[in-house]
């Protein structure tokens, strides 16, 4: 599993600030949205909204917001175009970037996007320049903190994960995409709470930097989630648990 993985978990228990709420509503609330326009309203029957809820719900978002994105998906109230865009490039030591948008102006987006990336060391790729470093699989995150970990593998094991794996204070389960809602309702039936659940883009192999080329990619990856167009950063970066343990010490 990538460092950024790692270092997500750690930004999700910090990102306490409104801004940072707001930010987080804010790209729900979009794929809320897409979702309902493309699968329909009624989560039963639309896999991708029934993630994209229970993500919303884990951020605390109110019922009435999540109940106006999927309105506004379903056109049943007016509401703003998103366009999927996907764009692959570099960051400093050659790290492999996969970022995903919805945005209702691609022309800005990619201006913006490649502003960020060129003034920080990186580079927009071709399409398909790194698409193929990464696996779209199932991640489903677990606090250690009251999970028995033989339980947990069992769980998710005998529902159709791929892997569990212990990373800092949290487990990982890895699933095929076709298995991820099979393995959630699995752990969520058992009483396992999930600190997040998502589709995700998986490295298929890390890469590791010195702590100077590892630091300016941190930096660029929480800039360029900071956008608000983005709705995922995926990169293939590794990053050592003792620069990870000094920032969440706030060091």
């Avoid at 056109?75 to 400093?92: A, D, F, K, R």
């Amino acid at each position: 599993m990538s460092g950024h993985s790692k270092w997500a978990t750690i930004k999700r228990k910090k990102g306490k600030a409104d801004a940072e709420r707001g930010r987080i509503f804010t790209k729900l609330i979009k794929e809320i949205t897409v979702s309902a326009r493309d699968g329909g309203g009624d989560p039963n029957g639309n896999p991708r909204l029934r993630t994209a809820i229970t993500a919303a719900k884990a951020a605390n978002m109110p019922a009435d917001n999540i109940d106006r994105a999927i309105k506004k998906g379903t056109g049943e109230l007016p509401g703003v175009h998103y366009e999927e865009s996907i764009y692959e490039g570099y960051g400093p030591g050659g790290v492999a970037l996969f970022i995903e948008v919805l945005t209702d102006n691609r022309n800005r987006t990619t201006s913006e996007i490649r502003h960020i990336l060129t003034r920080n060391n990186g580079r927009l790729g071709e399409a398909g320049s790194v698409a193929w470093m990464f696996d779209q699989k199932g991640l489903i995150v677990v606090e250690r903190a009251g999970a028995d970990e033989d339980t947990l593998i069992m769980l998710a094991l005998e529902a159709g994960a791929d892997d569990v794996k212990e990373v800092g204070d949290t487990f990982e389960i890895v699933t095929p995409p076709a298995k991820f809602e099979a393995v959630r309702n699995a752990l969520g039936k058992a009483g396992v709470h999930a600190a997040s659940a998502e589709l995700a883009r998986i490295p298929q192999t890390t890469v590791s930097l010195v702590r100077r080329e590892t630091e300016q990619v941190m930096r660029l990856l929480d800039l360029i989630e900071e956008h608000d167009d983005v709705q995922k950063v995926s990169s293939n970066l590794e990053i050592p648990d003792e620069i990870l343990n000094e920032i969440s010490a706030g060091h």
